[in-house]
């Protein structure tokens, strides 16, 4: 009887153990499971953040791309100042001629001063795409023109009374007079011949790129930057 007892005993410990075991491998399941369910998530979520970020870094550089771009294409824009075909540039100053003789009867000396108009033009009919361009980097416009060319000159009124001086044996009536009238005649040629003085060259070339930059703004938007040089001019670094 005993001996039945052991084995009943034995028995039930065996079954004890057994649904112990079985117990421990299910929680241990379970736990894999949710680690491997978290490790999905996290690689998914990861994906997820890779593929928005991709998105947001490619709107961002279209945006830039877009900021950078002209507001008008530049063969639009040369075509559009090279129809205004001439600029103009005028500059105030004066000329003084004096006509004369020496002789032994006394030296006589004319002079006439005349207010003069000069006229400089740029001619922009002939621009080409070439001379055109757009710095992504700036963000600039950049229109090469010919530099200003004498168009006109313009002898204004005669408005200081001519200068005479003659010799003791000269009379003012007739030697003075011829001189004047000589004075006069030659006017429109030392005119023609004179040359500007440097800051008179520097202001026409200052008024002349103020004048093709504002037409530029007028067709590219008053806010856009642009940067007029003249094609004899080497380019600087930055495309300028």
């Known amino acids: 009887m005993d001996d039945g007892r052991d084995r009943e005993r034995a028995g039930h410990e065996r079954s004890r153990e057994g649904t112990h075991g079985s117990g421990g491998w299910g929680l241990m399941g379970v736990f894999a499971a949710l680690v491997g369910a978290l490790v999905v998530f996290g690689l998914l979520a990861g994906w997820m953040w890779v593929q928005q970020r991709e998105s947001v870094e490619s709107a961002l550089a279209a945006a830039r791309l877009n900021e950078l771009a002209p507001s008008k294409p530049i063969a639009e824009v040369t075509a ?4 205004m075909k001439l600029v103009t540039v005028e ?20 002079t006439v001063e005349y207010p003069v108009r000069l006229s400089y033009g740029v001619d922009l009919s002939k621009l080409s795409v070439a001379d055109g361009a757009f710095s992504p980097l700036s963000g600039m416009y950049i229109i090469r023109v010919p530099r200003p060319m004498r168009i006109a000159t313009e002898i204004q009124s005669e408005r200081v009374p ?35 003085m440097p800051q008179d060259a520097l202001e026409v070339e200052r ?22 040089r003249f094609m004899d001019e080497v380019a600087v670094a930055g495309g300028a």
């Open 91 to 110: 500059i105030d100053t004066k000329v003084r001629v004096q006509r004369g003789e020496a002789s032994w009867r006394g030296d006589v000396v004319a």
């Open 207 to 228: 008024r002349t790129i103020e004048q093709v930059e504002q037409l530029v703004k007028r067709i590219v938007g008053e806010g856009a930057k642009v940067h007029v």
């Open 162 to 196: 001519p200068e005479v001086k003659t010799g003791w044996l000269r009379l003012r009536s007739m030697a003075g007079e011829y001189y004047v009238s000589q004075a006069r005649k030659d006017a429109p040629r030392v005119a023609s011949d004179l040359e500007l």
């Open 80 to 83: 559009a100042v090279a129809a």
